[in-house]
């Protein structure tokens, strides 16, 4: 015991006999060995949380979508559009300084929004004859804490895998509502949606990731819904994160819930 108190796990009693000195030898060995499981369950819940968090900042700093914006910038000024190149260059600066926010975690679900509405702002002035959105978030929700990056990833995925891919408008809402203690907030897109079959796999991927370091991201868009929904599992628990609708042909739905603390 007092080997096991200086830091050492390994160190095991050699019960002899039957009586109450043996049955506590028991029990402190298998504590000890409940002791190991629990460290070793916290370290894999840090990797996987810094390796989360560092898709997440590599997510931040995407270079095709800053090469595609500039390119963007220079098309509109040299066609003489300084209103767009404006805007733009505004909805771009918005948008960086909130994917940042001075290295925090947390940020109100009101900037996130904005994070949001920036990229959006962006994606139209590309995708002008297929993309419209709407933010429908009651104000009395946008005061709550979320984790940085949180939508965008979703947006991006809306976009890509379910707008662009559909012929006419494509339009995107994000909503959101209290569901008990939690709050639930929606993407959806009326693109192309998901066949059962890839709904099923891409719900098991996102609920199963294979954990390793060569793992390709799940080709849904951004750093993956595989990544929101562990890091939102890793900092509130295995009842929160995300959750995949879809109908072929309709549109894609993501739910994201997350606790509704103002204190975190």
């Known amino acids: 015991m007092r080997l096991t108190a200086s830091g050492y796990l390994e160190a095991k009693v050699k019960p002899d006999g039957t009586d109450e000195i043996a049955d506590l030898g028991q029990s402190f060995n298998i504590m000890v060995e409940q002791i190991k499981e629990l460290l070793a369950q916290s370290i894999r819940k840090q990797q996987q949380l810094q ?76 995708y002008h004859d297929i993309l419209e959105f709407k933010l429908e978030v009651a104000e009395e929700l946008q005061e709550y804490p979320i984790l940085n990056m949180t939508l965008q990833p979703l947006v991006e995925n809306a976009l890509y895998h379910g707008i662009k891919n559909k012929r006419g408008m494509g339009l995107i809402r994000i909503g959101g509502y209290t569901d008990g203690g939690s709050i639930m907030l929606t993407v959806s897109d009326n693109g192309i949606g998901i066949p059962a079959g890839r709904l099923e796999i891409l719900r098991e991927s996102i609920e199963h990731p294979i954990q390793s370091e060569d793992t390709e991201d799940t080709g849904q868009g951004g750093f993956g819904l595989q990544n929101v929904h562990q890091r939102l599992r890793l900092y509130f628990g295995p009842e929160y994160g995300i959750r995949l609708d879809s109908s072929e042909g309709y549109g894609t739905q993501i739910t994201v819930r997350i606790p509704k603390n103002k204190g975190v």
Do not use: C
């Not at 095709?64 to 209103?83: C, K, P, Q, R």
């Not at 960086?96 to 702002?121: K, P, T």
């Open 51 to 126: 390796k989360a968090e560092l898709r997440t900042l590599q997510a931040q700093i995407n270079p095709h979508f800053l090469y595609n914006t500039l390119d963007s910038i220079v098309w509109m000024a040299e066609a003489g559009n300084h209103d767009g190149v404006i805007r733009l260059v505004k909805a771009l600066s918005a948008f960086f300084r909130l994917s940042l926010n001075n290295g925090r975690d947390w940020i109100q679900i009101r900037s996130e929004l904005a994070h949001v509405q920036s990229y959006l702002i962006i994606q139209q002035m590309r």
